[in-house]
């Protein structure tokens, strides 16, 4: 069975640093999808980034970039320039796709942003 | 605009109630999901359509039900069966299939905080 794993339940960062959100995942598929999405205080989940498990190209959003490495099965989020509206919970999700495209979920990191 | 709907926001269920969580996509998506969020536990699924009419359980239906008659609903039911239902519900909608290119995106609703009284 896949599972998804975070480490770190919770993070704090300085305004304007550097932050790395870790995520390892198990699975026996060789083509999937891994998102990282955001749970602000509002609880709306919002999709951050998404990397094709076939891309070996790692996915950039503006401020947040993936470092994918397939063969570890190891998929950590990088936060750059960290503002103070990025504090919320971070989930990394996998997903196989095909006939169902569920989600599968880690735990959250629940990042805070110092002023 | 396209999205999905959750209602209500926040929902009371006194012991042995049955309560149903309502569910509606415009985005025209085939496959509709609930999971639901507990402290510590991350996102944990609950049933999961695929086309109308039929649905699948996730890994904690027990104590829950629902039925996709539309395309656009996805209503889920907590019974009184299910013993520790607070907790906060979370529907989502996806295109399916498989490929390069392919949007997999899930879409989430805002929630349901269910509580019980």
């Known amino acids: 069975a896949q599972t998804v794993t975070q480490s770190q339940p919770e993070m704090s960062v300085q305004e304007a640093e550097t932050v790395t959100l870790s995520c390892t995942y198990d699975?026996?598929?060789?083509?999937?999808?891994l998102f990282w999405y955001k749970q602000p205080p509002s609880r709306q989940m919002i999709l951050v980034i998404r990397?094709?498990?076939?891309?070996?190209q790692n996915a950039t959003e503006n401020r947040f970039s993936v470092n994918f490495q397939k063969a570890a099965k190891s998929f950590s989020l990088k936060i750059s320039d960290s503002q103070l509206g990025d504090a919320a919970m971070y989930f990394c999700?996998?997903?196989?796709?095909?006939?169902?495209?569920?989600?599968?979920f880690g735990t959250g990191t629940l990042l805070a942003v110092q002023p | 605009d396209g999205g999905i709907t959750q209602s209500p926001k926040y929902l009371f269920r006194k012991e042995g109630q049955n309560v149903t969580l309502s569910c509606e996509q415009n985005?025209?998506?085939?496959?509709m999901y609930w999971y639901r969020q507990d402290p510590g536990q991350g996102l944990r699924l609950i049933y999961y359509?695929?086309?109308?009419?039929?649905?699948q359980k996730g890994d904690i239906a027990e104590g829950y039900s629902v039925s996709r008659e539309k395309k656009e609903s996805f209503p889920l039911t907590v019974t009184s069966a299910q013993k520790n239902p607070t907790a906060f519900y979370l529907c989502?909608?996806?295109?399916?299939?498989?490929?390069?290119?392919?949007?997999?995106?899930?879409?989430f609703g805002q929630g349901t905080r269910l509580t019980v009284v």
């Open positions: 989502a909608s996806s295109s399916l299939g498989q490929g390069a290119g392919l949007d997999t995106e899930a879409f």
């Open positions: 699975t026996s598929e060789s083509d999937y999808y």
């Open positions: 990397q094709e498990a076939y891309k070996q």
């Open positions: 999700a996998y997903s196989y796709g095909g006939a169902t495209n569920k989600l599968i």
């Open positions: 985005l025209n998506h085939d496959a």
């Open positions: 359509s695929q086309i109308v009419n039929d649905f």
